[in-house]
């Protein structure tokens, strides 16, 4: 239990804040993670001053050393949160005044809460949108490189969930590298918005202190300033972004967990997990699990729950700061950390899954995966396709009545349906000649299929 704390506020009360207000309001548990980029912001803050003449230049040394010093056994790992501290500024601020006296009080100069807890989450955020597309890179190298591996395996697609047509198991892989490129996209997108600078903007006013708004910026590195001081404090459209983007890409990250625990299943026997990336059962002996997967299947839960929290706490809130924002922090920690973890056992699941090649040729004994070759093959002798539609509908109901496979059917068996088919038909059913027949841009023919896996990895190469 806390017993009491210097602040950085208090000259106005006359009473000690209550224990329990002390601790419901405090934020150090979650915001310590914002400490690196505090102290970021406070030095290039503390040679700002130095340089208006806020503070003199030897005062604005020290600030900076004390700040370089604290920053130092940080990265030395020789710093933990001081729970009794009400947030992540005051800590800091409290190690600064026992480091160099009073000096140290002068750094909340021109400067309060407001817009410093703006400009350390956007500085988290932009660090996050940059590593979490370089780990979402990552995956997509790893799906590239598996798509490769195999890449003249053919699996049925599906619709559905019904067999639909025969696809080369790269394409489908290579459709998760096409979403991936998207929220990657999205993440390069959001870190534009992200980039202001919102230092300088006070509590909501602006300063009657002649700051230079423009040489933190340089600093830290902004490409723009925020141009309204009261948006600047009250503004996290940028934070909703990025949980946003992590929500879709949880979305992603599900629907590739959900197939592979599909394909995994002795049912499709598309895929087999490597024992390292396995679970097993403290009660059946023989069991394998994807534990890894169904945890990021329903992570993707958690992400989305955020993000409707997230904008939940922002609806309606009156401008400019109100202590509200204190929460924003937890959506986007939880959805940074937790997209994070995903991707890194993702890519790391990826590299050592394998193909069941040998089953897999099991799953294509399905000849109605090729019915559409087979309209498709009428239509190329002038046959309407809806009548061709028709006609190889009729075909599948007539062999499934005389319990044949399609390709068992003899010319003239088919030839009762159309006077169309001649002997090219029987040799339609044969999964990889279908998708040797695919020409379309974008289809799953083979040769395609190649030239975008070469795309793929030029790409990733180069990024
Ligand atoms: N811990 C606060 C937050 O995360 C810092 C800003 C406090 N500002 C204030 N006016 N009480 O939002």
Redesign the pocket.
């Known amino acids: 239990m806390r017993t009491s704390r210097s602040k950085l506020w208090g000259g106005r009360f006359t009473k000690k804040t209550d224990p329990f207000v002390e601790r419901f309001t405090s ?1 150090i548990s979650v ?1 310590y993670r914002l400490a690196r980029y505090d102290l970021e912001g406070s030095i290039a803050h503390a040679k700002m001053l130095g340089r208006c003449g806020i503070v003199s230049r030897a005062e604005s040394r020290r600030l900076v050393r004390g700040l370089a010093r604290i920053l130092r056994s940080i990265e030395r790992g020789a710093w933990a949160p001081d729970p009794t501290a ?2 992540i ?1 005051t800590q800091i601020q409290q190690t600064l005044e026992k480091l160099l006296g009073s000096v140290a009080r002068k750094l909340q100069t021109a400067r ?3 817009d ?2 703006a400009l350390d989450l956007r500085l988290y955020c932009r660090d996050a949108a940059t590593t979490l597309a370089t780990a979402i890179r990552s995956v997509q190298r790893a799906l590239v490189k598996l798509a490769a591996t195999y890449r003249g395996v053919v699996i049925p697609g599906y619709t559905h969930l019904q067999r639909a047509q025969p696809i080369l198991l790269a394409h489908q892989l290579l459709a998760y590298v096409e979403m991936l490129e998207r929220d990657v996209e999205r993440l390069q997108d959001a870190r534009k918005r992200i980039d202001v600078l919102p230092l300088g903007a006070g ?1 909501l006013a602006g300063t009657s202190l002649p700051i230079d708004r423009r040489y933190v910026a340089k600093l830290l590195k902004f490409p723009r300033i925020a141009e309204n001081s009261i948006d600047a404090v009250s503004d996290r459209d940028f934070a909703l972004e990025l949980v946003s983007v992590l929500a879709m890409l949880g979305i992603h990250l599900s629907r590739f967990a959900e197939d592979v625990i599909l394909w995994t299943t002795e049912e499709f026997g598309i895929l087999s997990l490597d024992d390292a990336f396995a679970t097993g059962s403290s009660l059946m002996p023989q069991k394998k699990n994807p534990d890894v997967l169904e945890l990021i299947r329903g992570q993707a839960g958690l992400l989305v729950g955020g993000l409707t929290a997230f904008l939940t706490m922002m609806k309606g809130l009156p401008l400019s ?1 109100n ?1 509200d ?2 929460w ?2 937890r959506f986007v920690f939880s959805a940074v950390e937790a997209s994070h973890d995903a991707l890194t056992v993702l890519e790391r699941l990826v590299r050592h899954v394998e193909v069941r090649a040998d089953r897999v040729t099991r799953l294509l004994k399905d000849d109605t995966l090729c019915a559409t070759d087979l309209a498709e093959y009428l239509v190329e002798r002038g046959v309407p396709f809806a009548d061709a539609h028709g006609i190889v509908g009729n075909v599948v109901a007539a062999a499934e009545r005389r319990g044949k496979r399609l390709g068992e059917l003899t010319l003239s068996e088919l030839q009762q349906f159309s006077p169309r088919f001649d002997r090219r038909a029987l040799a339609l059913f044969d999964p990889k000649r279908s998708v040797e027949r695919k020409r379309s841009f974008g289809s799953t023919n083979p040769r395609l299929v190649r030239q975008a896996l070469e795309r793929w990895e030029q790409r990733l190469r180069s990024s």
Do not use: G
């Open positions: 934020s915001d009400e947030d500024h309060s809460r407001n410093q807890v509590a700061y202590r924002l204190q924003d922090k």
